[in-house]
């Protein structure tokens, strides 16, 4: 699946609500931040797409590497508070590619990108937040303070994003169902084991190692990134996103979904307090 979306327009690198972004020696370095938990709300959503359709075409840069400005959040989840509005990415769904929803479209342009991509997971990443993870060419994550985990089966849904294929593909049909059934943030060497992320690496040396490697990836001769990214290509996931999606929209037009989610947000997700131990939260919800 080849996705372009052809109303895009560009956007200068200092426009951005939610990012921070910069540029040097062939590597662009995209720094998620909007306060206070980094949650992927519509304005996330939309900054992102419109940096990696605007770099897309862009043979100066040959690496985007991503970080986040919050040591303790890379990227929360997708923001619950959809919930009650509902037409919050009506916006993004206005043209979308065929056969993906708004959530799946960002993790597939993300998957097409010509350029290498590589996260640098110094915190926690969950929902739609890992599902931007898994997507990306590469990820590194911190021993000690990395966290993935796909919490969507706690609020009575499934991910919708694109996670269960993405995962499947990374991990295998049995801890894709681990992960998403089991709901559990899991840690950077349990990530590593899985094949979930690339590496698990001592947190003061993570910077240095993602540097590194962007820095001899960008490096390479002319040509070498392109024919590489010509020759791994991602998996076509066209059918899977489908049944993806079928099985998400089934699950959140449910009311048990709407009640869980309500309840996760009174009792604080998207809090700084709440996100810490976010499944505890859920799984103390009353029934």
């Not at 990395?146 to 995962?167: D, K, N, R, S, W």
């Not at 899985?194 to 990836?217: K, Q, S």
């Amino acid at each position: 699946m080849h996705i372009r979306y052809g109303s895009e327009t560009s956007m200068s690198h200092d426009a951005y609500g939610t990012l921070r972004v910069g540029r040097e020696d062939g590597i662009a370095r995209v720094t998620l931040d909007n306060p206070p938990v980094n949650i992927l709300d519509a304005a996330m959503m939309t900054d992102l797409r419109h940096l990696l359709v605007t770099l897309r075409d862009d043979d100066s840069v040959r690496v985007i590497v991503f970080d986040s400005a919050d040591p303790e959040f890379f990227m929360a989840h997708v923001d619950m508070s959809l919930v009650d509005a509902p037409d919050a990415f009506d916006g993004l769904a206005a043209d979308l590619p065929d056969g993906v929803n708004v959530f799946q479209a960002l993790g597939e342009l993300l998957r097409h990108q010509p350029q290498v991509t590589i996260v640098k997971l110094a915190g926690t990443a969950r929902g739609g937040g890992a599902e931007f993870v898994t997507a990306a060419d590469m990820a590194f994550a911190a021993i000690g303070r990395a966290g993935l985990g796909q919490i969507e089966a706690l609020m009575g849904i499934v991910p919708g994003g694109g996670g269960t294929q993405y995962l499947a593909g990374r991990i295998g049909r049995g801890r894709a169902l681990e992960a998403v059934l089991g709901a559990d943030l899991y840690d950077a060497e349990t990530a590593e084991r899985y094949g979930w992320v690339n590496r698990a690496v001592p947190a003061d040396e993570l910077d240095g190692t993602v540097d590194r490697l962007a820095r001899n990836i960008a490096a390479l001769p002319e040509g070498v990134v392109a024919a590489a990214k010509r020759a791994i290509v991602p998996e076509d996931l066209a059918e899977g996103l489908l049944r993806e999606h079928d099985a998400w929209a089934g699950q959140i037009a449910r009311p048990a979904a709407e009640r869980l989610i309500r309840g996760g947000l009174a009792s604080g997700a998207q809090t700084r307090d709440g996100e810490r131990d976010l499944e505890g939260l859920f799984r103390g919800l009353p029934d």
